[in-house]
Structure formats: structure tokens, C-alpha cells
């Protein structure tokens, strides 16, 4: 939600600055600049793309604005509880608690049913790596859209205002200054659709859906080397020491904590 609500203060200050300088926001309206705009960026976009990528635009608009950043901490605890699990009852006891939880990402349940089968490890990694490139080929296919919308739109903007300027100069000689201030002001809307789109909407989602392209690989990446480790039954202390590389300092001390917090309450327990 943070990202529509960004887009809806930058529209809303150009419109306030707008008003501030004295406009008002019907000047603004005119769907014949709409069309020309987004008709000639959706136009270039299904000739530079199949139209089976064009399709997807309405769901990566809806990943854009709702998708949510994995808790890499939480991850790794979970890995560690998956890991002390296994060590004491074995993979098969496991196999009945993930195949009832649907909470699990199934990007990582797949992988865990791959080590709870017994499958080799290089075969799980190659699997599973081989399904994160194919992932993120796709993720790049829906931001390059939007980098190429927010490369159109201004010149469909400009195209607009030619066409709106031709028209204004054919109908010069019976035009009076009034009716031709208008036109010209409405021509120019069109460039303003264009530039305004391409930096406020096109050139913003693609970047936001290449950032949660890398997000989604980090954490896709952490899942591949936290199954390994679980399949090999490492120490707990390996295990978060390894999967600690994937996060920040910030994450790495609320990991820390956690798993301080979480010992403590083991050892109260059990004494």
C-alpha cells in the first residue's frame, strides 16, 4: 500500500501546485489527450511484447502495490525449528506438518518434499535454481514493460500536442484570440499526460517491480541454502551463522535476539 499511497501525493501535489498558481482541475480534463497518450503507449506495448505479457498488466499492478517483503528473520527461524525437528524425529514424521500447512511458500515446500523424498542434494539445488531463473526471467519481462510504457509516453505526449497544434493552425485565420488561447492550452495536455504517466506512474512501478524482483530472489536464495542445510542436519549454530549472510545488520540482530530470547525460554522449561 505504500507505493499507491506515494503515487497519490505526487498526483495530488501537482494538482495543488497547479490550483496554487491559479488553475483550476478541469483545465486538466481532456480525453482526447487521454487517448492519444494511453492508447499510443498500450499500442507500442503490444507490438513490442506478446500480448500474452501485455495480459498481465493488471496483476503486476496488483503485485506492485500489495506485495509484501518476506521476514528473512522469521525464515531463518523457521528453518532452524524445521532443522531440530528433523534431527529428532526424522524427515518422514515432518512430512505430515508441511504437507497441512499452507502458510509455507510453495517455492520452499517443494523443496523440502524434494529432501523429505530423498532426492540427491545437487539435484534439489538444480531443481530449485533452475525454477528461480525461470522466475526471474519472468519478473524481468513485467518491469521492461513498464520501463518501455514510461519510454512512450512522453513521445505519444508529444505526438498529442502536434496533432492538437495542427488543428489549431489550420483553423487560425477564423480563430479569435480567446478560443485560440484554449486550444493551444488543451494541445499541451497532451505532453503533460506523457511526462506525467512516464514519471509518476510507468517509470516508478517498473522500478518497484525490479526491486521486488530482487527481494523475492534473496529470498527465494535463502530457502535453497537453508533446505540443503536442513537436508545435511547441520548445527543449529551453522545453520543461523550461514543463513545470516542473506540479511542485513539490522535483521541479523532481531534474529539475534530472538534466538537468544527463544533459548532462554527452553532452558527455563527444561530445567
Not at 504517466?197 to 525490479?210: C, D, Q, T, V
Request: net charge negative; aromatic share 8%.
Amino acid at each position: 500500500m505504500g507505493g499507491l499511497i506515494a503515487l497519490m501525493l505526487g498526483l495530488a501535489c501537482l494538482i495543488i501546485g497547479f490550483m496554487g498558481e491559479g488553475g483550476h482541475v478541469g483545465a486538466l480534463v481532456s480525453w482526447t489527450s487521454f487517448v492519444i497518450v494511453f492508447g499510443g503507449t498500450i499500442g507500442s506495448l503490444g507490438t513490442s511484447f506478446p500480448m500474452k505479457h501485455v495480459k498481465k498488466i493488471g496483476k503486476l499492478l496488483r503485485v506492485a502495490f500489495t506485495a509484501k517483503s518476506a521476514d528473512l528473520p522469521e525464515l531463518i527461524f523457521y528453518f532452524n525449528y524445521v532443522l531440530d525437528k528433523v534431527k529428532k524425529e526424522g524427515f518422514l514424521e515432518f512430512e505430515s506438518e508441511l504437507e497441512s500447512d499452507e502458510s509455507i511458500n510453495p517455492f520452499m515446500k517443494k523443496g523440502l518434499q524434494l529432501a523429505i523424498d530423498g532426492v540427491k542434494p545437487e539435484d534439489i539445488r538444480n531443481t530449485l535454481e533452475l525454477e528461480l531463473e525461470m522466475t526471474a526471467k519472468r519478473h524481468k519481462i513485467g518491469s521492461e514493460m513498464f520501463y518501455s510504457a514510461g519510454g512512450t509516453a512522453p513521445t505519444m505526449g508529444i505526438v498529442g500536442t502536434v496533432l492538437g497544434l495542427v488543428h489549431v493552425l489550420g483553423g487560425l485565420a477564423k480563430a479569435d484570440m480567446g478560443a485560440l488561447g484554449a486550444s493551444i492550452s488543451a494541445a499541451f495536455l497532451a505532453t503533460l499526460y506523457g511526462l506525467g504517466s512516464a514519471n509518476l506512474i510507468f517509470l516508478p512501478i517498473g522500478s518497484r517491480l525490479k526491486t521486488l524482483a530482487k527481494q523475492e530472489q534473496l529470498e527465494k536464495e535463502l530457502m535453497i541454502e537453508g533446505i540443503m542445510l536442513v537436508q545435511e542436519k547441520v548445527s543449529s549454530t551453522i545453520l543461523i551463522d550461514t543463513l545470516k549472510g542473506f540479511i542485513d545488520k539490522k535483521e541479523q540482530a532481531k534474529l539475534d535476539s530472538r534466538y537468544f530470547e527463544e533459548g532462554k525460554l527452553e532452558e527455563v522449561t527444561n530445567g
